[in-house]
């Protein structure tokens, strides 16, 4: 049971255009999410997350934005760099693990930027 | 601020043969996790602890699995009996408890098991 599905694998996009990647999630109690960046031989690194009281987040060139109604949130990057090329996690913390702060994780997705 | 430590980086072992691995947490970080990640997946949620009490365990953990951390401090995750299924890579990650979950936690680098 996928509770935090990521449907794209891959995403290839040119340097300075944008990337969108999409998180979709079937847990309506979720009340946390967090996007994580894992490059090769790495451990995952937290980039930015969101409330699920709010509908967007911002912070430099990353943007999440969340619509609870389609269950789906989409980290935006503009512009992108060929040093965002990594795999993106989308991850999610249901209410009643707010105390420990436990992670349930999509499949990820690997952003390929090309110069 | 030193980061996660994780040791072995790397671990081959025969197939039901016993392994243990050691993750050392930022120095104030009272929390501690374990995941686990296999090909192609997101890390799986193993144990949590928060100082030297395990508070939850998944049930990913099966009895060949235990988790220590004496005194709050590092933790070691032994899996005895090593199966081919266990071969993954096996994430530790800390964080404080003054931290909201909207701050994430830090993860290390991983110590990737293959059973042969």
């Known amino acids: 049971d996928q509770q935090v599905k990521q449907n794209s694998p891959s995403l290839s996009v040119q340097e300075g255009r944008i990337s969108i990647l999409n998180c979709d999630y079937t847990?309506?109690?979720?009340?946390?999410f967090l996007w994580y960046k894992k490059y090769p031989a790495e451990g995952p690194t937290f980039l930015i997350s969101i409330s699920s009281i709010k509908d967007k987040n911002e912070d430099g060139r990353f943007t999440v934005f969340l619509n609870k109604s389609a269950k789906h949130l989409s980290l935006h990057i503009v512009p992108s760099q060929p040093g965002d090329s990594a795999v993106y996690f989308c991850a999610a913390i249901d209410r009643g693990s707010s105390n420990t702060g436990k992670l349930i994780f999509g499949q990820g997705t690997t952003l390929q930027v090309k110069p | 601020d030193t980061g996660v430590s994780q040791d072995p980086r790397h671990k081959i072992t025969k197939r039901g043969q016993n392994v243990t691995f050691r993750c050392d947490p930022i120095s104030e970080h009272n929390r501690l996790y374990w995941y686990r990640q296999t090909l192609g997946q997101g890390p799986e949620f193993l144990t949590y602890f928060q100082n030297e009490a395990q508070l939850e365990k998944s049930r990913l953990l099966s009895d060949r699995f235990s988790a220590e951390r004496p005194k709050g401090s590092f933790s070691t995750l032994e899996i005895q009996r090593t199966e081919q299924g266990d071969s993954a890579m096996y994430l530790c990650?800390?964080?404080?408890?003054?931290?909201?979950?909207?701050?994430?936690?830090?993860f290390g680098s991983g110590t990737r098991l293959t059973v042969v």
């Open positions: 990650a800390s964080s404080s408890k003054s931290g909201t979950p909207l701050y994430g936690y830090t």
């Open positions: 847990n309506s109690m979720f009340d946390y």
